[in-house]
């Protein structure tokens, strides 16, 4: 089992700790009540307005801070421990996500689906995540890492998705962006009121299952023997821990990292039981996230919040995370990759199909189309008028899929981890957050300069990310763990930009969902140049990728340096993103299925699955860049969007297939 | 699809290249410029000069939020403002495309289909109004209409004059300008938004003197109503089901003095980003509404 600071020196000062944290919120809200803004108008109203605001707005504001807090503090401290996983928690389990993003649908369709409840949409929603995500984490054992990783990459793309949504729907987008990035301004006590139920319940709930929570830390085998019906305990508390995690996002939005940074706190402070955590974890959640608040209302101007209270949160859960990591005692362990269920005789023939497939389709995408009189083939004099039009962006299309899915193929092989997908190393959120800083000093950037933008936050990213795990030898688990921190900072920065809703908001929620529309004739070369330079060399190093995933003791026996390899590898995968990002957005799963559809046709040796592997991921891409410009016609779904709806439930599927397959 | 190849034979055949017979017909009967914008404060002020434009961008939700000038059914609908269909308007061919500094970023493509010609009517620090103006001017000039251009700019101004008149009786308390988000937050129109501009022209003060970012300001909590109680608010649609609620029920909005005294106006949706049309449409919704018409009551 995986325990921070079990191996730990002594560092037993942060009782200490906790009280500055304490003292500096109580302080920071003192302020904020002693320096309001004062009320210009008569004596008398301006008196009476005057308490309305601090007994309606400011002092409920700390109170849903501090009860917000207390309940991601909680439902991080009761996920940690009933999935012996110290780093979940409400984010990297994609549960505040996925439940945004059933608050997004429900505010969207509301003339559809009614006037349904927030906290039950979120709660839905909620739950549809952490299903997902123990679905895809199951044939590991909840293992931290898979389990974090998926819960991440579900993250990115519920956040995509709902961007794609908001994005579709331009008038009630201010609103969608307050809640996604977590807004604490409150006019009344229901927000508190609501909350304090909850957490009170919760806490109950905890006493209630404080038995079976600690049984549930020993393995499953002890348990059982102990004659717990383990598998009925978990599936409750993890239900409780997603009503919490669900009601706060209801109620004021996505809150980044409290619920894994408060747990984490507690048991650097030496907490060990499951009865002391339990009490401890909420009151620091609570404590972080009212300092958190009272720094914002500090750099708040005019009523008006600098970045929003769940981003700034969200901006500590990054770097909280890569300190955490060396101190989690992760297992290195060779590849799971295990025996493919077959193995093609003569990959020829396979690779034959899979280019008549990407043929086939790059044709169709190509010659078929929709215009305002329906259906056509467009052939002759039309087709040189559109072809300025699709050329590039199934050029496009294809470029980005092939890179994404053999980038995806050196994550898988590097790693030995199935799950580490493009998306992983941060990469892409750091392309991203190029992208907005550029937007920070112009709302009209040349196309050049997005693209410079976007491959030097891709390469700052890298080079975070190599540092890091430069320090680990580059071990697999450590890389992967700092790349998702990274993306989750990036995560936070992108939310905060988005946060008011302005023009150039509207420029960053496009890129975030995908599409190759605009796409010119000299940037779909430049794409298709980038995937023949960038794949073509790596074929050669098909023995790496035979031996990588055996495990560092394995390549090194075999003569290869592991960190030099790791490094090279590494940097390869994240260029190779760089530039598919900058095309497809960063959300595309293609990068994460090609490779498994590759192994499962029985492309096996390292070059040969990554061939396969490009070739399956452009034709994918392709299929979905090509749907999305027809289903609506002429409105488009961005391919990025279209290729995680199809995507996603498919991958979850593969997953769950035979012990052989999938992982 | 063999019906839209034998049409497309067909096209080929009168060498006009287009899929539609209808289009090319249409084509025939108008010598005009085939122009089409992706832009909505360009789209009404082409509809309010009389052009019917051959494409405009998301229009179905500009019957939802512009509501006026209507668009008719003959306009193409290009698709979301920030992913235009670019092959459906190639398939268009228009002579000519207008644009902002809101899609200058797909000039290189729209360059493919057709010359491009943009306008900049919002931004930091600009004057809405004013570039409006302007607009509807130059943009008569480049489409042979410029009588209708000219008349429209002094129609506006004459209306917005008429309505200065009727409003100088007013007592003079300043106007907030707003847009609900949700239940606790709200964006506030600056002096240099179009809404901005048209209160100084009918001669109402705006409640917001502070900072703004392209017209509008960040999303600000609603406590910070509190600090403008002298205020007139005027909130413009289209509001979120929250916001509804929010109103009926909430202590805080009820304490508002502007609240209590029926200075709260609740306006239909007018596009935020518009030009004179939407200029105009604020100022007669404002005139209108009951705490200026001088009706007694106001909505909550």
């Given at each position: 089992?995986a325990?921070?600071?079990?191996?730990?020196?002594?560092?037993?000062?942060?009782?200490?700790?906790?009280?500055v944290?304490?003292?500096?919120?109580?302080?920071l809200?003192?302020?904020?009540?002693?320096f309001?803004?004062?009320?210009?108008?008569?004596a008398?109203?301006?008196?009476?307005l005057d308490?309305?605001?601090?007994?309606?707005?400011?002092?409920?504001?700390?109170?849903?801070?501090?009860?917000?807090?207390?309940?991601?503090?909680?439902?991080g401290a009761?996920?940690?421990?009933?999935?012996?996983?110290?780093?979940?928690?409400?984010?990297t389990?994609?549960?505040?996500?996925?439940?945004?993003?059933?608050?997004?649908?429900?505010?969207?369709?509301?003339?559809?689906?009614?006037?349904?409840?927030r906290e039950?949409?979120?709660?839905v929603?909620?739950l549809?995540?952490?299903?997902?995500?123990?679905?895809?984490?199951?044939k590991?054992?909840?293992?931290?890492?898979?389990v974090?990783?998926?819960?991440m990459?579900?993250?990115?793309?519920?956040?995509?998705?709902s961007?794609a949504?908001?994005l579709?729907?331009?008038?009630?987008?201010?609103?969608?962006?307050?809640?996604?990035?977590?807004?604490?301004?409150?006019?009344?006590?229901d927000?508190a009121?609501?909350l304090?139920?909850?957490?009170?319940?919760?806490?109950?709930?905890?006493?209630?299952?404080?038995?079976?929570?600690?049984?549930?830390?020993?393995?499953?085998?002890?348990?059982?023997?102990?004659g717990?019906a383990?598998?009925?305990?978990?599936?409750?508390v993890?239900?409780?821990?997603?009503?919490?995690?669900?009601?706060?996002?209801?109620?004021?939005?996505?809150?980044?990292?409290?619920?894994?940074a408060?747990?984490?706190?507690?048991?650097?402070?030496?907490?060990?039981?499951?009865?002391?955590?339990l009490?401890?974890?909420?009151?620091l959640?609570?404590?972080?996230?009212?300092?958190?608040?009272?720094?914002?209302?500090?750099?708040?101007?005019?009523?008006?919040?600098?970045i929003?209270?769940?981003?700034?949160?969200?901006?500590?859960g990054?770097?909280?995370?890569?300190?955490?990591?060396?101190?989690?005692?992760?297992?290195?362990?060779?590849?799971?990759?295990g025996?493919?269920?077959?193995?093609?005789?003569?990959?020829?023939?396979?690779?034959?199909?899979?280019?008549?497939?990407?043929?086939?389709?790059?044709?169709?995408?190509?010659?078929?189309?929709?215009?305002?009189?329906g259906?056509?083939?467009?052939t002759g004099?039309?087709?040189?008028?559109?072809?300025?039009?699709?050329?590039?962006?199934?050029?496009?299309?294809?470029?980005?899929?092939?890179?994404?899915?053999?980038?995806?193929t050196?994550?898988?092989?590097?790693t030995?981890?199935?799950?580490?997908?493009?998306?992983?190393?941060?990469?892409?959120?750091?392309?991203?957050?190029?992208?907005?800083?550029?937007?920070?000093?112009?709302?009209?950037?040349?196309?050049?300069?997005?693209?410079?933008?976007?491959?030097?936050?891709?390469?700052?990213?890298?080079?975070?990310?190599?540092?890091?795990?430069?320090?680990?030898?580059?071990g697999?688990?450590?890389?992967?763990?700092?790349?998702?921190?990274?993306?989750?900072?990036?995560?936070?920065?992108l939310?905060?930009?988005?946060?008011?809703?302005?023009?150039?908001?509207?420029?960053?929620?496009?890129?975030?969902?995908?599409?190759?529309?605009?796409?010119?004739?000299f940037e779909?070369?430049?794409?298709?140049?980038?995937?023949?330079?960038?794949?073509?060399?790596?074929?050669?190093?098909?023995?790496?990728?035979?031996?990588?995933?055996?495990?560092?003791?394995?390549v090194?026996?075999?003569?290869?340096?592991?960190?030099?390899?790791?490094?090279?590898?590494?940097?390869?995968?994240?260029?190779?993103?760089?530039?598919?990002?900058?095309?497809?957005?960063p959300?595309?799963?293609?990068?994460?299925?090609?490779?498994?559809l590759?192994?499962?046709a029985?492309?096996s040796?390292?070059?040969?699955?990554?061939?396969?592997?490009?070739?399956?991921s452009?034709?994918?891409?392709?299929?979905?860049?090509?749907?999305?410009?027809?289903?609506?016609?002429?409105?488009?779904?961005?391919?990025?969007?279209?290729a995680?709806?199809?995507?996603?439930?498919y991958l979850?599927?593969l997953?769950?297939?035979?012990?052989?397959?999938?992982? | 699809m063999?019906?839209?190849?034998?049409r497309?034979m067909?096209?080929?055949a009168?060498?006009?290249?287009?899929?539609a017979?209808s289009?090319s017909?249409?084509?025939?009967?108008?010598?005009?410029?085939?122009?089409?914008?992706?832009?909505?404060?360009?789209?009404?002020?082409?509809?309010?000069?009389?052009v019917?434009?051959?494409?405009?961008?998301?229009?179905?939700?500009?019957?939802?939020?512009?509501?006026?000038?209507?668009?008719?059914?003959?306009?193409?609908?290009?698709?979301?403002?920030?992913?235009?269909?670019y092959?459906?308007?190639?398939?268009?061919?228009?002579?000519?495309?207008?644009?902002?500094?809101?899609?200058?970023?797909?000039?290189?493509?729209?360059?493919?289909i057709?010359?491009?010609?943009?306008?900049?009517?919002?931004?930091?620090?600009?004057?809405?109004?004013?570039n409006?103006?302007?607009?509807?001017?130059?943009?008569?000039?480049?489409?042979?209409?410029?009588?209708?251009?000219q008349?429209?700019?002094?129609?506006?101004?004459?209306?917005?004059?008429?309505f200065?008149?009727?409003?100088?009786?007013?007592?003079?308390?300043?106007?907030?300008?707003?847009n609900?988000?949700?239940?606790?937050?709200?964006r506030?129109?600056?002096?240099?938004?179009?809404?901005?501009?048209?209160?100084?022209?009918?001669?109402?003060?705006?409640?917001?003197?502070?900072?703004?970012?392209?017209?509008?300001?960040?999303?600000?909590?609603?406590?910070?109503?509190?600090?403008?109680?002298?205020?007139?608010?005027?909130?413009?649609?289209?509001?979120?089901?929250?916001?509804?609620r929010?109103?009926?029920e909430?202590?805080?909005?009820?304490?508002?003095?502007?609240?209590?005294?029926?200075?709260?106006?609740?306006?239909?949706?007018?596009?935020?980003?518009?030009?004179?049309?939407?200029?105009?449409?604020f100022?007669?919704?404002?005139?209108?509404?009951?705490?200026?018409?001088?009706?007694?009551?106001?909505?909550?």
């Amino acid at each position: 089992m995986a325990d921070i600071a079990s191996r730990q020196r002594h560092l037993r000062t942060p009782p200490l700790l906790w009280a500055v944290i304490g003292t500096l919120a109580a302080l920071l809200f003192a302020a904020a009540i002693a320096f309001r803004q004062p009320i210009p108008g008569d004596a008398a109203t301006a008196r009476m307005l005057d308490q309305v605001v601090l007994w309606q707005s400011l002092i409920p504001r700390a109170a849903v801070a501090l009860l917000a807090g207390g309940a991601l503090g909680l439902s991080g401290a009761l996920l940690q421990r009933v999935l012996r996983n110290p780093i979940a928690d409400p984010s990297t389990l994609g549960i505040a996500s996925g439940a945004q993003l059933a608050l997004t649908i429900s505010v969207i369709y509301a003339s559809v689906l009614g006037d349904l409840p927030r906290e039950l949409v979120a709660l839905v929603g909620g739950l549809a995540a952490v299903f997902i995500v123990l679905a895809l984490g199951w044939k590991r054992g909840l293992e931290p890492v898979t389990v974090a990783l998926s819960g991440m990459t579900l993250s990115l793309v519920a956040a995509a998705l709902s961007s794609a949504l908001v994005l579709s729907h331009g008038e009630y987008v201010m609103s969608l962006f307050v809640w996604g990035a977590g807004s604490l301004h409150q006019q009344s006590w229901d927000g508190a009121i609501t909350l304090s139920w909850r957490l009170v319940l919760g806490i109950a709930a905890s006493a209630i299952l404080l038995r079976p929570l600690t049984v549930l830390a020993l393995d499953d085998a002890s348990a059982k023997s102990l004659g717990m019906a383990v598998n009925g305990a978990r599936v409750l508390v993890i239900g409780v821990a997603v009503w919490l995690a669900a009601s706060v996002t209801a109620e004021v939005g996505v809150i980044g990292f409290i619920g894994l940074a408060a747990p984490a706190f507690a048991r650097l402070g030496g907490v060990r039981s499951p009865r002391e955590m339990l009490i401890v974890a909420p009151c620091l959640g609570a404590l972080l996230l009212w300092f958190t608040d009272g720094l914002v209302q500090l750099t708040a101007m005019g009523g008006s919040d600098l970045i929003p209270t769940g981003a700034a949160a969200g901006l500590l859960g990054g770097p909280l995370l890569i300190w955490l990591l060396p101190r989690l005692s992760v297992a290195e362990r060779p590849g799971a990759q295990g025996p493919v269920a077959r193995r093609l005789a003569r990959p020829g023939r396979g690779f034959l199909l899979l280019t008549l497939l990407l043929a086939t389709a790059g044709l169709m995408a190509l010659f078929i189309g929709r215009s305002f009189d329906g259906w056509t083939l467009v052939t002759g004099q039309m087709f040189e008028d559109i072809f300025p039009f699709r050329g590039p962006r199934v050029a496009a299309a294809i470029a980005a899929g092939a890179l994404l899915g053999a980038s995806g193929t050196l994550m898988q092989r590097m790693t030995g981890n199935p799950l580490a997908g493009p998306e992983v190393l941060g990469v892409s959120a750091g392309a991203g957050v190029g992208f907005a800083v550029v937007l920070l000093f112009t709302l009209t950037p040349s196309l050049a300069l997005m693209m410079t933008a976007c491959a030097i936050g891709s390469l700052v990213a890298l080079v975070i990310i190599l540092t890091f795990s430069a320090a680990s030898g580059f071990g697999p688990e450590r890389m992967l763990l700092g790349g998702v921190a990274l993306g989750a900072t990036g995560l936070a920065i992108l939310a905060a930009v988005l946060a008011p809703g302005d023009g150039r908001a509207i420029r960053l929620l496009g890129w975030m969902s995908g599409s190759t529309d605009r796409v010119t004739g000299f940037e779909g070369l430049i794409a298709l140049g980038a995937a023949v330079i960038l794949i073509g060399p790596v074929l050669l190093l098909g023995r790496w990728l035979d031996i990588l995933p055996l495990g560092a003791p394995m390549v090194r026996g075999l003569g290869l340096p592991v960190s030099r390899t790791r490094m090279i590898v590494a940097t390869v995968a994240a260029l190779m993103t760089a530039v598919a990002t900058y095309f497809v957005g960063p959300l595309s799963l293609v990068g994460l299925i090609g490779p498994h559809l590759a192994r499962l046709a029985g492309f096996s040796r390292g070059s040969y699955q990554m061939i396969a592997a490009a070739c399956i991921s452009a034709t994918l891409m392709v299929l979905a860049d090509w749907l999305g410009r027809m289903v609506a016609f002429p409105y488009q779904i961005p391919v990025g969007l279209f290729a995680a709806l199809v995507g996603g439930p498919y991958l979850v599927w593969l997953l769950r297939r035979g012990p052989a397959k999938g992982a | 699809m063999t019906l839209s190849r034998r049409r497309l034979m067909a096209g080929l055949a009168a060498s006009a290249l287009l899929p539609a017979a209808s289009i090319s017909n249409a084509r025939a009967a108008t010598p005009e410029l085939r122009v089409a914008t992706l832009d909505w404060a360009l789209l009404e002020t082409l509809l309010a000069l009389g052009v019917t434009p051959v494409a405009g961008a998301e229009l179905v939700l500009y019957r939802q939020v512009v509501v006026e000038p209507e668009v008719p059914a003959s306009v193409a609908d290009l698709g979301l403002r920030g992913t235009p269909n670019y092959e459906a308007l190639r398939l268009l061919e228009p002579d000519l495309i207008f644009g902002s500094n809101y899609t200058s970023w797909s000039d290189p493509i729209l360059r493919k289909i057709a010359p491009v010609e943009n306008f900049s009517i919002y931004g930091r620090g600009a004057k809405p109004y004013a570039n409006s103006e302007q607009a509807a001017l130059t943009l008569g000039a480049r489409l042979g209409r410029s009588a209708a251009a000219q008349a429209l700019v002094a129609d506006a101004r004459a209306r917005l004059e008429a309505f200065k008149a009727r409003l100088a009786g007013h007592d003079g308390r300043p106007v907030l300008v707003i847009n609900l988000g949700d239940a606790r937050h709200f964006r506030v129109f600056g002096p240099d938004s179009m809404f901005g501009e048209v209160l100084e022209r009918i001669g109402l003060a705006n409640a917001w003197t502070g900072t703004t970012r392209y017209a509008a300001a960040a999303p600000l909590g609603l406590e910070t109503l509190a600090q403008m109680p002298d205020a007139i608010i005027v909130v413009i649609g289209p509001m979120p089901p929250a916001t509804r609620r929010m109103m009926a029920e909430s202590a805080f909005w009820h304490a508002l003095p502007n609240v209590r005294a029926g200075r709260v106006a609740v306006l239909a949706p007018i596009d935020p980003f518009g030009a004179l049309p939407a200029g105009l449409r604020f100022a007669r919704l404002l005139a209108e509404a009951a705490p200026f018409a001088g009706r007694a009551t106001a909505r909550g």
